[in-house]
């Protein structure tokens, strides 16, 4: 969930635009907090072996210049997993969403579940893709506006099919896109 894209920041510190230090700072940041929440949300992960997990641990290494010390706390068995969940959706750069937007959804979600780890990182790592404070503080608004919303519908007991008519939809115009 947390949404600065790693590959946007190498690019960034191979261009020579930030340190090495500063670089592995900011990747730390984004994997920390992405690696705990997809770990809490991941299931249906098998058991990983050792060798697995040391792999993971050397991956992690060469991407991120070290190992965060919180990587030892998570589970063996979920820990390749998320990794691969981790590279492949917050730190690819060939996912639909650019790094900033990436951030700002996810500190919106995280000041809803709440998360403080995630809320510090989500914040620093839309700093860092160019997030302006209005657009930080504007996420957080939306977050808490959708909350609000939500829970006058559900409490409510408003009736769906009365709600999409009253806003000029229907069951085919509701549906998800695919």
């Known amino acids: 969930m947390f949404a600065f894209a790693v590959s946007h ?17 900011l990747l730390h940041t984004a994997f920390a907090s992405t690696v705990v929440c997809a770990t809490l949300l991941s299931s249906g992960l098998g058991w990983a072996g050792q060798a697995e997990v040391d792999a993971t641990y050397k991956d992690v290494e060469r991407t991120l210049g070290s190992v965060p ?29 650019p790094p900033k937007v990436k951030a700002l959804i996810s500190l919106a979600v995280s000041a809803q579940i709440p ?22 503080e504007e996420a957080v608004a939306i977050a808490a506006l959708s909350r609000h919303w939500s829970t006058i ?5 408003v009736d769906f099919e009365t709600f999409k008519k009253d806003l000029g939809g229907d069951a085919q115009a509701a549906a998800p896109a695919k």
């Open 9 to 25: 920041v190498a690019s960034i510190a191979h261009h020579g635009e930030l340190g090495p230090s500063r670089s592995r700072r």
């Open 69 to 97: 010390t919180f990587l030892h706390q998570v589970s063996k068995a979920a820990l390749p997993g998320a990794w691969a969940e981790v590279k492949a959706l917050q730190f690819s750069s060939e996912t639909a969403l």
């Open 115 to 136: 998360c403080q780890y995630c809320i510090w990182e989500d914040t620093e790592s839309a700093k860092q893709a160019g997030a302006t404070e209005d657009e930080i």
């Open 153 to 157: 519908f559900n409490g409510m007991q």
